[in-house]
């Protein structure tokens, strides 16, 4: 078996991202294990991963001036990240109740229903939902 386990998200705050992630995205903290960089300053190991599996995001405190560039913009201003649910219309409402930033209504796609967010950096995201009518 092959798979992606982990995707690096930049962020300025772990605990910032923590709250965005779990609380408005509904993911569950898997691990925030303390540890030190290259040259011994502290850092933490944050893990989040969807509810009921799948790729989990390491959350990764920007280290550096380019690092800190890159927050909010890792894919360059593209839709870089996919968030599929099975009940779109409830994940939305939470969503919406907790702040998140949705720039678009929900639209209908052949392949999905789907809605663009930002989270908490700026970076956009597709909500994505069972297609209309599936």
Not at 10 to 21: H, K
Not at 54 to 60: E, I, S
Request: glycine share 12%; hydrophobic share 45%.
């Amino acid at each position: 078996m092959t798979r992606i386990g982990l995707v690096t998200l930049l962020v300025e705050d772990y605990d910032a991202a923590i709250e965005f992630f779990v609380d408005a995205l509904g993911f569950e903290l898997v691990e925030d294990s303390p540890g030190t960089t290259d040259d011994g300053r502290p850092k933490r190991w944050v893990v989040v991963r969807p509810a009921r599996g799948g790729t989990g995001l390491l959350l990764a405190r920007a280290d550096g001036a380019d690092q800190r560039a890159r927050v909010g913009d890792q894919a360059g201003g593209r839709v870089g990240f996919f968030l599929e649910v099975d009940d779109f219309e409830d994940r939305f409402a939470r969503m919406q109740r907790a702040g998140v930033e949705f720039l678009e209504t929900p639209r209908a796609e052949p392949y999905a229903t789907v809605a663009v967010f930002r989270d908490l950096a700026g970076n956009r995201w597709d909500l994505l939902g069972p297609p209309t009518g599936a």
